[in-house]
């Protein structure tokens, strides 16, 4: 039975307030439902940008909680290198924050190489692996397509054997990124960790196509890892005299350091040219980039260009070299001049020679930096099994996976690790479920819309759980319950130590900015504990018991306060069966 008291409040106003004198767990109000909750993660849309589809959410979640063992093993659920990529990844997570909807992106990049420089410190791979299953692969090229290949490989029981053409791991990681962007101490230790954890790569091997088919004998596989090797050529008069960008890298990370001063010409857009500008400055000559389209089309990310314009290196557009000639103590280049064309089917802006007006550009050196393509015997056609990130053919009986920038049509870091997690889980599912699984199984273990997929999902993880394929909005946010932050800045060596040598330019964040970071993350898609439905719920229908938190249906009458409370739509509305 209940009655009414009477208070006295002290503005003098009487309040009636009911007060039950029995217990209320007889009211059972879940009779009242039509509609039910159910907690319900869901993608982020961060994790649905990265082509290694990693739990960004999660990885922040732990981080900000000082929880480095678990935000570690969170990235190498799907990331063998996260001090690798929070230093050279494009980050297109970023761009797809939520958070920049209400003031600016998260820096996700720069939490993920704290983390990965957190396990390399304390010497951590929170990573088991399981027991050898007794069939072998073999991987062609130590890139890091090939010791992607290897490393989840690993994770389903293959033995691996890397080839490395060279006498040392790495591929374009060593060879085409100056340390300034990739310190040599992060990207070998890295790498040791794999070896460490039983890997092992055997140098100084050159495998050519005709030699695939003697792999049958030792091997159940084998992925083709070798990389874009063979510099694009100018083809223009004069070309000879043109210094090889990707090999001026090459001889730079080696430390045999050619002596290049004076002004310098550097013919390309992309990384390549961006990298080769930014190394020749350190070395004391002045670089000048040219680049037939304007700083819009430019190939290369544009936090590479903004660095290099930043550290004052000219850039010249709508340029195109035509003519290389060598003149009394320098060579002067040609340059015809483009205007903008229409526009292609797919939105890119084409350029065409501005009639016959011409610069002449006298410098003491040119860089041909336009890109790399592959050794021509790798090119083919014809597959039997063809995905976005790798294809696969059957060489006497022996299946063959052409992976990495061998397939792939964005050259970067991270597809290319990408592409070695997809190899091995299609080489999987092709051993265990025949070729007409592949498809289905991909789908399964999607990350969003996009590309990526979830090496934690194939392994039947946590996130098998989630409803993988939804990604939260910002309009799902409850924007109400995070104020303004601006984004944590990152520390970076002052210019005057950096340009006079290639020491790292970014320092990355201290613990105490990386937390502030990761506290600036919604936590879209994911339960993280804050409660919030619980504290809403005017049933007390929401206990919490044994770490788990559960919904008594009896009492909850559907309201949907807890949804419409939930800070980062973790939960969903459900009409009852
Ligand atoms: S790998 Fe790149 S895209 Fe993925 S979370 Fe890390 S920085 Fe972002
Ligand atoms: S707020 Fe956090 S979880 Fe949401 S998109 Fe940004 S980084 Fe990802
Ligand atoms: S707030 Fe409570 S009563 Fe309302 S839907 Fe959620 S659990 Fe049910």
Redesign the pocket.
Known sequence: MNQSIQTQPPNNVSLLISQSRTNTLGNKTGTWRFVRPKYQEKTAP?SN????G?D?AMVEMFASRKNYQNALHTILME?PFPAI??RV?F????SACNRQFLDQSVG??QI?RFVGDWGLSNQQSPIQYPELNGAKIGIIGAGPAGLSAAYFARRLGYQCDIFEKTNQPGGLLISGIPSYRLPDRILMNEIQRLNDDGIQIKYNQSISMDKLATFKQDYDALFLCCGDTRSITLKIPGENLAIDGLNLLRQIRSHEMPSIEGTVAVIGGGNTAIDVARSLLRMGANPIIIYRRTRKEMPAHPHEIDAALDEGITLKECLSPIHIQDETNCLCVTLQVMKASEISNEGRQSYIPDGNRREKLQVNHVISAIGAEMDMMWRNDQWDISLSHCRMKQISGLSVFWCGDLTISDKTV?HALASGKQAVIALDVLRKHGNDEIHKTFHQCKVGNGQAISFDIYAQGKRKQRNNNEIVSFEKINAAYFPNIPAVQVNKQSQEAYLNSFEEVISGFDEKQMIGEASRCFNCGICNDCDTCRIFCPEMAIQWDQNNRHILMDYCKGCGICIAECPRDAMNLEVEP
């Open positions: 961060c940008a990265c082509p290694l990693i960004v990331n990529c929070g990844c980050h297109p997570c970023e996700i990049h993920e991270t």
